[in-house]
T-cell receptor, first 116, second 111 residues
Framework: SQTIHQWPATLVQPVGSPLSLECTVEGTSNPNLYWYRQAAGRGLQLLFYSVGIGQISSEVPQNLSASRPQDRQFILSSKKLLLSDSGFYLC???????????????FGSGTRLTVV | RKEVEQDPGPFNVPEGATVAFNCTYSNSASQSFFWYRQDCRKEPKLLMSVYSSGNEDGRFTAQLNRASQYISLLIRDSKLSDSATYLCVVLKVDSSYKLIFGSGTRLLVRP
């Protein structure tokens, strides 16, 4: 069965420090991968998505970057965190070629980041 | 204008009540629609897909009105365990498949 792992679960980082969040998927090959952020009391905002190794698309300009060094690994990074980077970061995967209406994501359990 | 709009609530209802949530979307080319459930401080999980003809899963009924670009979720016989935030979600297809999430409607079911 397919599983998705995200870590760490919680993180407190000072302003200006670097960030690296990792997400890995098991039990599937060549998944679509996504990073979302949810600010407190807000909806999910798509940050990045990837359809393959080394292929990253950014949805919104921001202080963050993403990389996909391996097929089932997706990394979210920042060189210098801002206070506004605080939020709940969620990684998700979906099956390539899956068609509506059954298309859907499976989310990781998320990382709650607080920048202080 | 947001691509997916929902009433944030909260909807505060007694156990056993019937409650309905509505959602509107702006992109008429949207192909697929879903309801996700998110518990406090947890990741969202797929509740049900929304089919053009409407569909039911136990106490949950989803409806789609493409002409009005409107989606609904009806919960009958509410349980305490139904307390959560319900996210309306639309599939956007351009260079890839992407799910666009509404901000959610919060439901509180009281004893």
């Amino acid at each position: 069965s397919q599983t998705i792992h995200q870590w760490p679960a919680t993180l407190v980082q000072p302003v200006g420090s670097p960030l690296s969040l990792e997400c890995t998927v098991e039990g599937t090959s060549n998944p679509n991968l996504y990073w979302y952020r949810q600010a407190a009391g807000r909806g999910l905002q798509l940050l990045f998505y990837s359809v393959g190794i080394g292929q990253i698309s950014s949805e919104v300009p921001q202080n963050l970057s993403a990389s996909r060094p391996q097929d089932r690994q997706f990394i979210l990074s920042s060189k210098k965190l801002l206070l506004s980077d605080s939020g709940f970061y969620l990684c998700a995967w979906s099956v390539v070629g899956q068609r509506a209406p059954n298309y859907g994501y499976t989310f990781g359990s998320g990382t709650r980041l607080t920048v202080v | 204008r947001k691509e997916v709009e929902q009433d944030p609530g909260p909807f505060n209802v007694p156990e056993g009540a019937t409650v309905a949530f509505n959602c509107t979307y702006s992109n008429s080319a949207s192909q697929s629609f879903f309801w996700y459930r998110q518990d406090c401080r947890k990741e969202p999980k797929l509740l049900m897909s929304v089919y053009s003809s409407g569909n039911e899963d136990g106490r949950f009924t989803a409806q789609l009105n493409r002409a009005s670009q409107y989606i609904s979720l009806l919960i009958r016989d509410s349980k305490l365990s139904d307390s959560a935030t319900y996210l309306c979600v639309v599939l956007k297809v351009d260079s890839s498949y992407k799910l666009i999430f509404g901000s959610g409607t919060r439901l509180l079911v009281r004893p």
